[in-house]
């Protein structure tokens, strides 16, 4: 043991306790003692408890607990990793480094200052979201996860705490939607659940609301319809009949949902809602994730006429709305999302060889990284339109044969 280590040890001595002793008589397991004589500090509560049973001012403590830390610092230790994390690469251990660049900075300037950075990269991620491969989604979300968890374990004034569960909430939405498209169901609806959690801890009603119109769409294309139409009235309760995007989609939601489900007349109702909300928005029209406007509208539209069987306000609404993405092609699965509605209407239509080299051109025609479980599973869809006892003509076999890889896993 090293003689930094030893003055923790003998503070306890001094004053008749045991590394052992000392954990049970203030409540915490003797790993948490452990990692005190190595230099982490105590929360505040226990921090105050250790000062009073060793007989210590706080500043006394906090002298000691630096004096006991070990040399090796967690900065060295991202720098010359040991074990696992030696085989980190080298922008992994970049971002690790950052965080602690930025959380000791953050002492000197305050919270404010560092949650402002990380609002400002939360922006940036809802305006690139929809441009960006699922996968690649995650892989940036990270960082600023952990950042955000980072600060948010500190004690922070409540209008600070407020705008990092929002933005808590944001990249929750973000990671659970990308998870979604991956068809990562458990894990999405676990990062679902992490966004409603923050958001709840806010007095913002519209991202409430947001959260829970978003999650709407798991079970929509994975779960149980009814669900769908729950969490979107939930949504359009919690904003009440504010003039949002998030109301919109909720509505969209509901009547998309209530159209596979055969309610006509409530998907009708829906839609109409959704259609007088979007007509009332001013918020500027962009695609940035969780923008809800004319042209989003149209993709659920898309999806409710065909499950009406309304194939010529279907096709029409289709045309309109291919023609609207068609000015930025790395808008990639909204679009796919609506060819293969097309195929699921022509192949209840009867035409079952149009409908399965429309939905075997559009997934080949996806870039790779976008060819996602959600777009498998709607191609899936178009398999399940067409009769059982049409199944082994050509077209309807190669349509099966691409996507039965994916669509059991």
Not at 214 to 231: C, D, F, K, N
Not at 310 to 328: G, K, P, T
């Amino acid at each position: 043991m090293s003689p930094r280590r030893d003055m923790f040890v003998e503070a306890c001595k001094r004053t008749g306790y045991t590394i052992d002793s000392l954990a049970a008589a203030l409540g915490v397991d003797r790993s948490t003692v452990s990692r005190w004589r190595r230099g982490q500090t105590p929360q505040a509560a226990q921090r105050l408890k250790l000062a009073e049973v060793l007989g210590l001012s706080l500043p006394e403590l906090d002298e000691l607990l630096e004096q006991t830390a070990a040399p090796t610092s967690a900065a060295l230790a991202i720098i010359w990793p040991t074990g696992p994390a030696a085989q980190e690469d080298l922008f992994g251990r970049l971002d690790r480094t950052r965080l602690l660049v930025d959380q000791t900075l953050s002492k000197g300037l305050g919270s404010v200052e560092r949650l402002k950075l990380i609002e400002e990269r939360v922006g940036d991620r809802i305006d690139s979201y929809t441009h960006t491969p699922p996968a690649q989604v995650l892989t940036e979300l990270m960082p600023d996860l952990l950042e955000v968890q980072q600060l948010a374990e500190e004690r922070q004034p409540s209008r600070v705490q407020e705008r990092l569960s929002t933005a808590t909430a944001v990249l929750g939405l973000l990671s659970a939607d990308a998870l979604m498209k991956l068809g990562e169901i458990d894990r999405a609806r676990y990062w679902y659940g992490t966004a409603r959690l923050a958001a709840d801890d806010t007095t913002n009603g519209r991202l409430r609301a947001q959260v829970r119109a978003q999650e709407a769409m798991l079970p929509y294309y994975y779960g149980r319809l009814q669900r769908t139409v729950s969490l979107a009235q939930e949504a359009q309760a919690l904003a009440a009949d504010e003039v949002c995007g998030a109301n919109a989609l909720a509505a969209a939601a509901e009547g998309r949902a209530l159209a596979r489900l055969g309610d006509a007349e409530g998907a009708e109702r829906a839609m109409a809602t959704a259609q007088r909300l979007v007509d009332r928005l001013d918020e500027p029209s962009t695609d940035a994730a969780f923008e809800f406007n004319d042209k989003r509208l149209l993709l659920y539209l898309s999806g409710t006429l065909t499950y009406l069987g309304e194939f010529d306000r279907a096709r029409h609404v289709q045309q309109e709305a291919l023609e609207r993405y068609r000015s930025d092609p790395t808008l990639a699965i909204d679009p796919a999302l609506i060819r293969l509605d097309q195929a699921i209407g022509e192949a209840v239509d009867g035409d079952v060889d149009d409908a399965c080299s429309l939905a075997v051109d559009t997934l080949l025609n996806l870039p790779a990284d976008h060819r996602t479980r959600i777009v498998l599973k709607r191609a899936t869809d178009v398999v399940q339109a067409i009769p059982t006892q049409r199944w082994e003509r050509p077209a309807v076999s190669e349509l099966r044969e691409l996507v039965a890889p994916k669509s059991g896993t």
